[in-house]
């Protein structure tokens, strides 16, 4: 008799802490939500813009691209002059290390979990919730995940990736890209030219 309402007790303990988990993961944002829109095409942001929607100072950008944390993938550096151009995963990838140093997360642990982001699909990288207890960082891929790290204790603190791409998603779009700056209106010297070939061909 005294087993079964023992078991009932820890039951209900258990009820309760996952109740309080995953309370305290919806609070965070750390939950799937499927209303995140696609990628964008592979426009590319310079250095400046990249630093403005990751928030972080040209030197952590600079440092990382010639340490190989995270490199510009739409264009790198090539001798003086030349712009690096970062596409829109990079720009989530360098938000994401900026949250994880902001916790107090190792440079060396940050790079084993930047190499591993970088290897998934760009639709899985919304499916992924990254937990921390400070010392190693945790990918989750389901809520249940999510709550179990945070029953357990370990996931004092999480990023969930869907939650970075709106959020770099809408300060994008009041930045300039590379792209448009390219589909600007054309100079009058261009216009001649585009009308001459016109009149070549027809």
């Not at 340490?67 to 938000?95: C, H, M, N, W």
């Not at 370990?154 to 590379?178: D, H, K, M, N, Y």
Request: a negative charge.
């Amino acid at each position: 008799m005294a087993s079964n309402e023992n078991e009932k007790g820890a039951d209900a303990a258990r009820m309760k802490a996952e109740a309080e988990a995953t309370d305290l993961a919806e609070e965070q944002g750390l939950l799937f939500a499927d209303d995140v829109s696609p990628l964008p095409s592979d426009t590319g942001y310079r250095g400046p813009t990249a630093c403005n929607a990751a928030g972080i100072t040209y030197r952590q950008l600079d440092y990382w691209a010639r340490t190989g944390l995270v490199e510009p993938s739409v264009r790198g550096a090539a001798g003086s002059g030349s712009q690096r151009l970062y596409s829109f995963r990079d720009i989530l990838i360098l938000k994401v290390v900026k949250r994880l140093l902001d916790a107090g997360i190792s440079l060396q642990q940050i790079r084993t979990a930047t190499a591993h982001l970088r290897e998934r699909g760009t639709d899985d990288l919304t499916r992924v919730t990254l937990m921390s207890d400070g010392a190693s960082v945790y990918e989750c891929t389901s809520n249940d995940e999510v709550i179990d790290l945070l029953q357990g204790g370990q996931g004092v603190f999480g990023i969930a990736i869907g939650g970075v791409w709106r959020e770099i998603e809408g300060t994008l779009a009041e930045l300039p890209s590379e792209r448009t700056a390219e589909q600007a209106a054309p100079s009058a010297g261009d216009e001649l030219a585009a009308r001459r070939a016109a009149r070549q061909t027809g």
